[in-house]
């Protein structure tokens, strides 16, 4: 697999692209600005996109994905409840990229539980992660697992937005990502990579959750 990591924008987003070494078709995670890095980045590499999957629908994780999907005409897969969300965005979030971001139109796949992303001979599960954020989705295969904003290194997705559910997010990163193996790379929406089985022995938030967020989870 040919794997390669962007950081995009104001917010500091990371954008993953994952190649598949004999057809050089790509799966780009979370274009969430700087597109044109973007493509760049891709034509360096001679990948074609195959698919545009994005875990959540807020703004520095789509914020590139209207131009992306216009110039390589690939399809966009997130699921409906992201959707249905993606337009909401709030001004704070537009001064901050200092523009207001092409809306995203409707995907060509809405994608749940069970499904998989398949691109070349590489082939991704995808894990319905929801509170951090409605319909948030990670995708787990060939070694790593893309988490969005559901799991960082030695922290978690926030839960204050609208959507957000603190028992719920801590409920799914036990349930749906904690059974990986422990050699798992983590590829977080923000910050340097993991691994599961670091996550699971150093980060307070799923070791310590009473104490550091005031929940337990369920």
């Known amino acids: 697999m040919i794997l390669q990591g962007l950081i995009t924008g104001p917010f500091q987003g990371n954008c993953f692209i994952a190649g598949c070494e004999r057809t050089r078709e790509t799966l780009v995670v979370d274009p ?21 999957a994005c875990t959540h629908a807020h703004i520095d994780h789509i914020g590139a994905v209207q131009p992306l999907r216009e110039v390589t005409q690939a399809p966009l897969a997130m699921h409906r409840d992201a959707y249905a969300t993606s337009g909401g965005q709030s001004r704070f979030a537009a001064a901050m990229m200092g523009r207001m971001p092409q809306p995203v139109t409707e995907p060509e796949q809405f994608i749940d539980e069970d499904d998989e992303l398949a ?49 719920l997010l801590l409920r799914n990163i036990r349930d749906k990502l904690l059974v990986l193996p422990d050699e798992t790379l983590v590829l977080p929406g923000h910050g340097p990579t993991t691994t599961i089985g670091q996550e699971k022995q150093q980060n307070p938030f799923i070791l310590y959750p009473r104490s550091v967020m005031g929940i337990d989870p369920d």
């Open 32 to 52: 969430g600005d700087d597109g044109e890095d973007i493509l760049a980045l891709l034509e360096r590499h001679q990948l074609t996109v195959k698919l545009i």
């Open 119 to 167: 691109v070349g001979d590489l082939l991704f599960q995808v894990l319905y992660c929801p509170g951090h954020a409605p319909g948030h989705l990670c995708f787990h295969g060939e070694g790593v697992v893309f988490t969005g904003d559901v799991l960082f290194q030695s922290s978690i997705g926030r839960f204050d937005l609208p959507g957000g559910d603190g028992r």
